[in-house]
């Protein structure tokens, strides 16, 4: 499977620090470095998108768009996401799917959609257990349409404010921060979340294949997240 642009823990950190410190100055417009943060990144994804088609055409593999059957891809990560969070959290809420129809095909770039479900679900599952909801499974629902595959994820997590929503995509931003600490980083214990770069890079994803991405949150209640992935004649660079 082809890689995705990510951090390591100790960058992210980093960087983690180093917006919060930005943020809290009051000449700094949060918008603007999120703005800047945008650009930079979907440089990377560029980038990296050409080098991984170069390398495949050079050892004469296939491209790396090929035909990604969405539904495998969504059953994998919530197999691989509920492992890992099991490792985590000793109370992991159920993930319940359905695809209409069963198997879903479309070309795309199979480990950016990896990424993309995987960041999602993490944060629905982080919603429910911080919440105590953890008895309440998280529904996905993907279905195929004719001009784009939607992929529905609901969550029960207690929701947020409608207001916090742009907020919730600044990089660096999290609703449940992870505060690294020696005995974290000697135990080599696993960090679940809490960096605040999974929902930005999601999006970014998204966006630079020509789809979107919708969170409709419903205060007290919790979440819908839409992904939009359009079909083939839709499908280009998106900046």
Same mark, same amino acid.
């Given at each position: 499977?082809?890689?995705?642009?990510?951090?390591?823990?100790?960058?992210?950190?980093?960087?983690?620090?180093?917006?919060?410190?930005?943020?809290?100055?009051?000449?700094?417009?949060?918008?603007?470095?999120?703005?800047?943060?945008?650009?930079?990144?979907?440089?990377?994804?560029?980038?990296?998108?050409?080098?991984?088609?170069?390398?495949?055409?050079?050892?004469?593999?296939?491209?790396?768009?090929?035909?990604?059957?969405?539904?495998?891809?969504?059953?994998?990560?919530?197999?691989?996401?509920?492992? $890992?969070? !099991? *490792?985590?959290?000793?109370?992991?809420? &159920? +993930? =319940?799917?359905?695809?209409? /129809?069963?198997?879903?095909?479309?070309?795309?770039?199979?480990?950016?959609?990896?990424?993309?479900?995987?960041?999602?679900?993490?944060?629905?599952?982080?919603?429910?257990?911080?919440?105590?909801?953890?008895?309440?499974?998280?529904?996905?629902?993907?279905?195929?349409?004719?001009?784009?595959?939607?992929?529905?994820?609901?969550?029960?997590?207690?929701?947020?404010?409608?207001?916090?929503?742009?907020?919730?995509?600044?990089?660096? $931003?999290? !609703? *449940?921060?992870?505060?690294?600490?020696? &005995? +974290? =980083?000697?135990?080599?214990? /696993?960090?679940?979340?809490?960096?605040?770069?999974?929902?930005?890079?999601?999006?970014?994803?998204?966006?630079?294949?020509?789809?979107?991405?919708?969170?409709?949150?419903?205060?007290?209640?919790?979440?819908?997240?839409?992904?939009?992935?359009?079909?083939?004649?839709?499908?280009?660079?998106?900046?």
């Amino acid at each position: 499977m082809h890689t995705c642009v990510t951090l390591e823990p100790q960058m992210e950190t980093e960087l983690m620090n180093g917006l919060q410190g930005l943020f809290e100055d009051p000449f700094v417009e949060p918008e603007e470095v999120n703005e800047w943060m945008d650009s930079f990144f979907l440089t990377r994804i560029s980038i990296q998108t050409l080098i991984m088609q170069h390398t495949a055409m050079v050892r004469q593999k296939p491209s790396i768009v090929r035909n990604c059957n969405v539904s495998g891809v969504v059953r994998k990560v919530i197999n691989d996401v509920t492992s $890992f969070a !099991s *490792d985590v959290y000793s109370d992991v809420p &159920e +993930i =319940e799917m359905t695809s209409t /129809p069963n198997n879903i095909v479309t070309p795309y770039i199979s480990s950016y959609l990896h990424y993309v479900i995987t960041e999602l679900l993490k944060n629905s599952i982080v919603a429910h257990v911080t919440s105590e909801r953890s008895e309440t499974p998280v529904e996905v629902r993907v279905v195929d349409g004719e001009t784009a595959t939607t992929i529905k994820i609901s969550d029960q997590g207690a929701g947020f404010p409608i207001d916090k929503l742009p907020q919730m995509m600044y990089f660096g $931003f999290s !609703s *449940d921060p992870v505060e690294i600490c020696e &005995e +974290i =980083e000697l135990a080599g214990l /696993p960090i679940f979340s809490g960096f605040g770069y999974g929902l930005p890079m999601a999006r970014l994803y998204i966006k630079y294949l020509g789809g979107s991405l919708r969170i409709l949150p419903v205060e007290n209640l919790g979440a819908d997240v839409y992904v939009y992935i359009p079909k083939t004649k839709a499908l280009t660079e998106s900046f």
